[in-house]
């Protein structure tokens, strides 16, 4: 088994080291998918509690392989030594498999003041108080995650679309404006519509927003045609004859009026 913290404590006051990384599951703890916290080794807290670390402590993961990143918390410090063990949707985010090598580094995020969130379910929109379920379960939020967030035995799943003032924000203590926006092609039950509402990527926006207009144009097309198609009054009846021999013509109209006379006459 792989062993021993590989790693290093810079003179800043900044702390770095390399894990393998595995999934909570693996420690029976399969409660922490639901959040961004993670489980180190007792070495790590040993190496922390000599360091001027803010807290709540935060910190920047990065695989080495994809090279992509996200941040996170530390929930306990019982990991096996040489291990880290996060929820396997950060994996998945990371891109990681079981025993890959993951660089922790202490980090300070600034206080958040706005993030952008696009569920990939429309149900997300029904939460009573999303913002409190938000803040319940993250620490912070990092741009280009995906989360999974629980909510009633259900599992939603959220991208972050935006965060302001930095791409990685802290929530811990702030007021936060978590916003969610509509899913793509769904309509809110309230609010302007769904051109108006929507303020998710451009690209996708755009997209909606041309088959929205076809959509109204093809439906404006067919109520004309459907007009045109009316059925129309019935035209004037043709004119009869009575019997003096006079001739009744359609209503306004008063044609050849008079008495008509043979030649024999």
């Known amino acids: 088994m792989f062993g021993g913290f590989f790693g290093s404590v810079f003179p800043s006051g900044r702390f770095e080291a ?4 595995y999934p909570v599951s693996f420690i029976d703890r399969s409660a922490a998918e639901n959040g961004d916290k993670i489980f180190l080794p007792p070495s790590a ?5 000599q360091l001027h670390i ?17 941040h996170c918390g530390v929930l306990e410090f019982i990991a096996d030594e040489g291990m880290v063990y996060m929820p396997y949707w950060m994996m998945q ?12 580094s202490s980090v300070t995020l600034p206080k958040g003041t706005f993030v952008k969130l696009q569920p990939h379910s429309s149900d997300f929109l029904d939460i ?3 913002r409190a379920v938000l ?3 993250l620490r912070g939020f990092t741009f280009g995650d995906t989360i999974p967030i629980h909510y009633n035995n259900k599992k939603f799943f959220i991208d972050i679309i935006e965060a302001k003032p930095s791409d990685a924000i ?16 769904s309509t809110p039950a309230s609010g302007p519509p769904a051109e108006q509402a929507y303020s998710g990527p451009k690209k996708a926006g755009k997209l909606m927003y041309r088959d929205r207009l076809a959509a109204k144009f093809a439906a404006e097309k067919r109520a004309g045609s459907g007009a045109a198609a009316a059925p129309q009054p019935p035209p004037p009846s043709a004119p009869s004859e009575t019997k003096e021999g006079d001739v009744e013509a359609a ?3 008063k044609a050849f009026q008079g008495k008509g006379r043979s030649l024999k006459d």
């Open 18 to 21: 390399s894990y393998r990384c």
């Open 45 to 49: 807290l040993e190496r922390l509690s």
């Open 54 to 70: 803010d807290y709540p402590m935060l910190f920047n993961l990065e695989a080495r392989e994809s090279g992509r990143s996200t």
């Open 93 to 104: 985010n990371l891109l990681l498999e079981e025993g890959a090598v993951v660089r922790l």
């Open 128 to 130: 009573t108080n999303p």
């Open 135 to 137: 803040e319940r379960t």
């Open 170 to 185: 802290s929530v811990v203590e702030t007021d936060c404006s978590p916003v969610p926006i509509p899913v793509p092609g």
């Open 251 to 253: 209503p306004g109209f």
